[in-house]
């Protein structure tokens, strides 16, 4: 039905720059948010970012907020999360979601997951 794909993980020192990239398959997904949640060791996973495919509103964790720009391209099905002014506690593995808005069920669909290491 819909798989995501994660893409643009790695090692970097803090200050540093990232893009992840969430590759989207599927008809259609203006009826969709799009999201990015992230899961350190030890913790639970939690929400970072979020974008509506129809109309471009989004949100952001508290923690990201200034720091992470979501954003997607409707022609390539891909969703982005831009990370800057990274972190060692950003530290995680970063997951793509995919949420039909037309039921009531939550991120329905999860992507496996890129790793994202941020060093001091």
């Known amino acids: 039905q819909v798989q995501l794909v994660e893409s643009g993980g790695g090692l970097v020192q803090a200050g540093g720059s990232l893009r992840l990239s969430c590759a989207a398959s599927?008809?259609?997904?203006?009826?969709?948010?799009m999201g990015w949640f992230r899961q350190a060791p030890g913790k639970e996973r939690e929400f970072v970012a979020g974008?509506?495919?129809?109309?471009?509103?989004?949100y952001y964790a508290g923690s990201v907020k200034g720091r992470f720009t979501i954003s997607r391209d409707s022609a390539r099905n891909t969703v982005y999360l831009q990370m800057n002014s990274l972190k060692p506690e950003d530290t995680a593995v970063y997951y793509c979601?995919?949420?039909?808005?037309?039921?009531?069920?939550?991120?329905?669909?999860w992507g496996q997951g890129t790793q994202v290491t941020v060093s001091s």
């Open positions: 979601a995919a949420d039909d808005l037309r039921t009531s069920v939550r991120y329905d669909y």
């Open positions: 974008i509506i495919w129809s109309g471009d509103s989004t």
């Open positions: 599927g008809r259609t997904f203006s009826s969709y948010a």
